[in-house]
């Protein structure tokens, strides 16, 4: 996995990066009661505002970490935002992203990384 300092992570299944927010931000944030998703088909550019996350301290937009194409969202979080506190690094992902470049996660945090720039 791979960490940036908007506190998401960025996981590589296959040929895609799959996208989600850190524990630490869940626990920032609290309790997650809404989740707007992009739409599939969207291509985005690397700071793009693709998602809002609403909880009951704060809304917060999700950017974009790459150039790429949104190949998947995880509809669950519609009907169940809470998956985003119970279960952040796993159930609780927003979207899948196709890109060009698999080199460009280079510049990511590792987890210790990611754990040395919260603590």
């Known amino acids: 996995m791979k960490f940036t300092e908007e506190h998401e992570w960025l996981r590589i299944e296959d040929d895609l990066v799959i996208v989600g927010i850190t524990e630490h931000a ?13 739409e599939i088909e969207t291509q985005v550019v690397k700071g793009d505002e693709i998602s809002v996350i609403e909880s009951v301290k704060a809304a917060s937009d999700i950017l974009a970490p790459v150039d790429g194409e949104i190949v998947a969202v995880n509809e669950a979080l519609v009907d169940n935002p809470s998956l985003i ?7 609780g992902w927003f979207f899948k992203m196709q890109i060009a470049d698999m080199s460009v996660l280079d510049e990511f945090m590792s987890e210790d990384e990611y754990k040395d720039f919260i603590a």
């Open 85 to 91: 506190n119970e279960d952040p690094l796993g159930e």
């Open 26 to 38: 869940a626990e920032q944030l609290g309790d997650v009661v809404f989740v707007e998703l992009p």
